[in-house]
């Protein structure tokens, strides 16, 4: 085991897939010779040749239909979008193109080789175009898998199937605890599965559903609420696209009350999804309405982020009252 | 790396550039009466390769006739006709490697039958039925074949313009020595997909051609209101990237345009830009109709420039074709497209379990639960869903 930091983790997974097999290839704006903006890319291009890592031109459109076309080849595209706010110009390519290759060719083509990783989420006073969590705008389009890392350990093992799995994933990595996040990383290779939540916590109360950074917020929050005498049940979802509904309906048929929090925006904000599934299938369990506790409906602020962001103690109030329903 | 410093010339008043002030010529070497032009060397071809590459275009040419009016009579949904433009595309498919990949825009069936694809497998996928390899996803003209080299076509414009960069990037490495060849209009060529992957491939050194088909128009819209330069060609100077211009009804000279481009791009690694001035004798598809936009007489210049009409007349002076053979052409090919249409409407349409197949790798839980819900629907109101209902399978 090392001890390693989210960013040395991903850099890690990728050391290691590109050592095991000369079909990954690493590109995007800046990850060459300087390693990525946040050097997530740090020393594959030297360890590994420019042939397999290497500078774009600025142009995401560009780099993920360069990727869709390298993948469909035969290779395995590993395509950084240098911040998830600038990965609209490349929607096209992504909703239309990535997610619809395998099903649009009765499975003759396909770009399964694909993973575009990405930078996102918000409280590093980045303001709005450095700190968007898009996830919803992908979670609607089948055929693509979207997975969201919360610790180093989380991001080698999912970053690892993520590359390996025969189907398109956006990996949304949290940029804001890239560095902040450190903990024990085991060297060799290890896989994390996809499609699968994590139950961190077990508890009979109330049941906590977040992913990425957010699970820090949701974890302080917990455990100001047990000091109250509330026992919360912690889940990481890891993967919001094809997400793990047996998990957390389990979950919440057993506490009664469910809590979901996410950065992004509340209105059409993937919780409104799974608060409609588990409704669904715990309606008769279910002890208060679920409650989400999200950003609001605005673009992301600069100054007052603090206060934008649902952060531990937006999180506590809302168990709070769902438990005192 | 940074810009690399060269003596250039320097000025000591504003000067511009002009950027229309460069004309690009353009490459003929066959008159429209079959003779070749003074000067113009034609390919080494056989008569075999020859008669391939006009029967080819004539069956397309038969396809588009029946299947349009099969579109009109309301027994398939939707068609696109590449009625003038079969010399661009018949030519550049004969100039290639059968194992380099083509990812076409949507008016390239011509390519596709070069490379062998059978009157029944269009048939199939423009029916939409079981044995589409598309699985009755697309409408009709979304052609792919994998063991032809073939990428299953995708509706929005330019999308497969960088996809072939990269495309073109991977059979580099594998150091194979194929490349990948693109075909699009000159209104895609206006998408941000088109500078993004002309940048990239000149950038990374692929072994790309991209293939502009220069037909007149975008739908309704003709070049002159999509674009102020000289064409498609001149754009492929600002990316560092060779070009030629060919007369696109010229199937001999888009043929010998091609093979010189994919020797650059295979022994160069480098991409190469082909812009064939063509025109789109028919409709934009069956929802358009051109007598909106454009003059009959306008129509009538280009048809004095049919494509098939030139390469036949060249392969009479050679004494390699006749008007007997012609007609028996004619009608053999006519009766097979109406046989392969009434075999292929009458299959059956692919099975309501192949909606959620594909969509990833394995059926997702969620997905299974959709189906098996969807299933029971149909059974509780089968005449309301003739195309499913009695050939589901149980579970």
Not at chain 1, 128 to 146: D, N, R, V, W
Not at chain 2, 188 to 201: I, K, P, Q, T, Y
Request: glycine share 8%; charged share 25%; hydrophobic share 40%.
């Amino acid at each position: 085991m090392a001890k390693m930091n989210l960013l040395q983790a991903i850099n890690n997974a990728l050391d290691i897939a590109m050592a095991e097999n000369e079909k990954v290839i690493c590109f995007g704006e800046d990850v060459g010779v300087f390693g990525g903006v946040f050097r997530a890319t740090s020393h594959l291009q030297e360890k590994y040749g420019r042939a397999r890592c290497f500078n774009t031109p600025l142009v995401e459109q560009g780099i993920i239909g360069f990727a869709n076309g390298l993948a469909a080849q035969g290779h395995m595209a590993v395509a950084e979008i240098q911040f998830a706010d600038y990965i609209f110009p490349a929607f096209d390519q992504i909703v239309n193109e990535s997610a619809k290759y395998r099903y649009r060719s009765g499975n003759l083509f396909d770009v399964g080789g694909l993973t575009i990783r990405t930078p996102y989420g918000g409280g590093i006073s980045g303001g709005h175009y450095h700190s968007q969590s898009p996830e919803a705008y992908f979670a609607h389009t089948p055929g693509l898998k979207i997975v969201v890392p919360r610790n180093p350990y989380q991001a080698k093992g999912l970053l690892l199937s993520s590359i390996r799995d025969a189907n398109p994933v956006v990996f949304f990595e949290p940029k804001r605890i890239y560095r902040a996040s450190v903990g024990e990383v085991p060297e060799e290779d290890y896989e994390l599965p996809l499609g699968k939540a994590e139950v961190l916590k077990e508890g009979s109360d109330i049941t906590l559903l977040a992913w990425g950074a957010q699970m820090e917020y949701i974890e302080k929050a917990a455990e100001m609420a047990e000091k109250d005498g509330i026992s919360c049940e912690i889940i990481d979802l890891r993967t919001i696209l094809p997400w793990d509904v047996d998990t957390v309906a389990n979950s919440v048929l057993k506490t009664g009350r469910l809590v979901i929090s996410h950065e992004a925006p509340l209105t059409g904000g993937f919780a409104g999804e799974i608060a409609a599934t588990i409704q669904e299938r715990c309606f008769l369990y279910l002890e208060s309405p679920i409650a989400r506790v999200t950003g609001l409906d605005t673009p992301f602020p600069l100054v007052l982020e603090k206060e934008y962001l649902p952060d531990h103690l937006k999180i506590y109030e809302a168990i709070k009252q769902s438990v005192n329903f | 790396m940074s810009q690399t410093t060269k003596t250039i010339e320097v000025i000591h008043k504003p000067e511009f550039i002009q950027g229309n002030e460069f004309k690009f010529p353009i490459f003929q070497v066959l008159k429209q009466d079959g003779a070749t032009y003074k000067g113009a060397k034609l390919p080494e071809m056989d008569q075999e390769e020859a008669l391939k590459i006009y029967r080819t275009m004539v069956f397309t040419r038969v396809l588009d006739e029946r299947m349009l009016a099969a579109q009109r009579q309301g027994r398939l949904s939707f068609y696109l006709q590449s009625t003038g433009e079969e010399g661009t595309v018949v030519g550049f498919a004969a100039a290639l490697d059968d194992r380099d990949m083509i990812m076409a825009q949507y008016r390239e069936q011509g390519a596709l039958a070069y490379r062998g694809f059978s009157v029944d497998e269009f048939m199939n996928q423009l029916f939409g039925n079981e044995l589409d390899y598309g699985k009755g996803r697309q409408m009709p003209i979304h052609y792919g074949s994998a063991k032809l080299n073939y990428m299953t076509i995708s509706s929005p414009l330019a999308t497969q313009i960088p996809q072939a960069a990269g495309y073109a990037y991977g059979q580099k490495l594998e150091g194979k020595g194929l490349c990948t060849v693109t075909v699009f209009g000159e209104g895609a060529a206006s998408e941000g997909d088109f500078h993004a992957a002309l940048n990239m491939a000149s950038v990374h050194k692929v072994p790309v051609i991209f293939l502009c088909r220069n037909n007149g128009y975008a739908i309704s819209t003709p070049s002159s209101e999509q674009f102020a330069a000289d064409g498609i060609a001149p754009r492929a100077l600002g990316y560092s990237m060779r070009a030629i211009r060919v007369d696109g009804n010229d199937v001999l000279a888009v043929y010998l345009a091609t093979l010189a481009a994919r020797k650059i791009a295979v022994e160069e690694n480098e991409p190469v830009l082909i812009e064939a001035m063509t025109y789109r004798l028919a409709a934009h598809s069956s929802s358009d109709d051109p007598s909106g936009y454009r003059s009959k007489k306008e129509e009538d210049v280009w048809r004095a420039k049919d494509p098939i009409a030139r390469m036949r007349n060249w392969l009479i002076k050679k004494k390699w074709w006749s008007e007997d053979e012609e007609k028996q052409l004619q009608d053999s090919m006519r009766q097979e497209v109406l046989d392969a249409m009434k075999k292929a409407e009458k299959r059956p349409p692919p099975p309501v379990e192949s909606l959620v197949t594909d969509v990833y790798d394995e059926v997702t839980p969620q997905l299974h639960e959709q189906l098996e819900k969807l299933k029971m629907h149909v059974r509780k109101y089968p005449d309301a869903y003739p195309k499913s209902a009695g050939r589901m399978t149980h579970g």
